[in-house]
C-alpha cells in the first residue's frame, strides 16, 4: 500500500463525520438531566440534534480541544456535568495534560466523547490516527474509560457512566457493526460474555467486539467453541472475568484498532503474570510502527482487523503457533 491519501469530496467527509450515535445518545439523556451540557471541538454537525433542542446548553469551542477540557473543567466546579465532543486524534492525545491536571486531578466529572477513533480518519495521515489514546488515558489517574462496540452500547454506556463522579473517556467506534440488539445492561467495569465455550477466548472493543462475535461463529462451524467477551471498560476493567475464562481456555486473542502498546492486549496480558495464569497469549492489533495512509476500510484490511484474520488467528492460537506481523 502506498502512501497516498485519496481525495475525498466534501460530502464524503461530512457523511463520515456526522455519522454518530453519541449525538442522538447524549440529546436523550440531556431531556432528564438539565446538569448535562455539551461542549463542541469543532463537531457541531455531531450535535446538531442537542443543538436544536437545548440551545443554552451548548458551547462551540472550534479547534481549540486542549482550551475545552479546562472549559469544561470549570463548568463542573459550577455543578454542571459537561460532554466535550472532540476527534479522538487530539481530545486524548493533545490534552493529556488539561486532562490530567484540570480535570482528573481534582475528580472533576467531565465526559470526554471521541470520535473518530482508531483509522477512521485514516485518509488524512499519521496526524489523524488515534492509536495511542487508551494507553494514554489509562495512565491517566481517576479516569474511567469505556469503549462502545456499537450504537446500542454507546446508550448504555453513556447511561451507565452518567453519575461517575470523576473524569470518563468514551471511546466511539465509526460505523461498527452491531452487537446488540437493544441497549444492553452492562455493569460498571465488568465485561459481558457474548458466548460461551471453552476451546479459546476472544476478546475485543469497540469495533473488534463484532470482529470477534463473528469470529466466533465461523469457528463454530468448524467444532470450536470459543469464550467471547466485550471489553466495554478498559478502565476499571474485569479482571475477574479475564481470570475465570483463561483458566477455563488456556488462551486468549485479543482485538482492537490500537497500537499493540498500552491497550487491551497489554491489559490482559498485565492480568495473566500478576495472577500466574500461564495462559497462551495473542493479541491483533495495530503495530507500533508508522502506519499508512488510506481510506479506512482499506487499512482495517491491510492490518488484519477482520473477521477472517480473527479467525485465522484463533486457528493458529489453538495449534500453538505466534503469527509474526499484523496479518
Known sequence: MSRMVDVFTDAEIHTALATNPAGHAIATLAAD??????????????????????????????????????????????GYLPYIYSMSPFGVLKCAEQLRTDVAYNHLPVRLVGRLTGLAMGYFGTSHHAVEDIAVARAITNMVIVTPADSNAVLSLMRATLDVPGPVYLRIAEG??????????????????????NDVTLIGHGLAT?????????LEAQGIEADVYDAAYLKPFDEDAIVTSLRRTGRALTVEDHNE???????????????KLGADLSRLALPDVDLEAGVPAELYEYY??????VVRRALALIDGEQPVGHS
Open 210 to 218: 463484532g470482529l470477534v462475535v463473528r469470529a466466533a461463529a465461523r
Open 176 to 197: 461498527a457493526e452491531p452487537v446488540y440488539e437493544t441497549p444492553p445492561e452492562i455493569e460498571f467495569g465488568r465485561w459481558p460474555r457474548l458466548r460461551e465455550g
Open 33 to 78: 438531566d438539565p446538569r448535562i451540557l455539551t461542549l463542541s471541538a469543532d463537531l457541531g454537525a455531531t450535535l446538531a440534534d442537542f443543538r436544536e433542542k437545548y440551545p443554552e446548553r451548548y458551547v462551540e469551542l472550534g479547534i481549540a480541544e486542549t482550551n475545552s477540557i479546562s472549559v469544561a473543567a470549570g463548568l463542573a466546579t459550577c
Open 261 to 275: 502498546v498500552g491497550g487491551l492486549g497489554a491489559l490482559v496480558a498485565e492480568v495473566s503474570g500478576r495472577r
Open 304 to 309: 488484519g482487523l477482520t473477521t477472517g484474520n
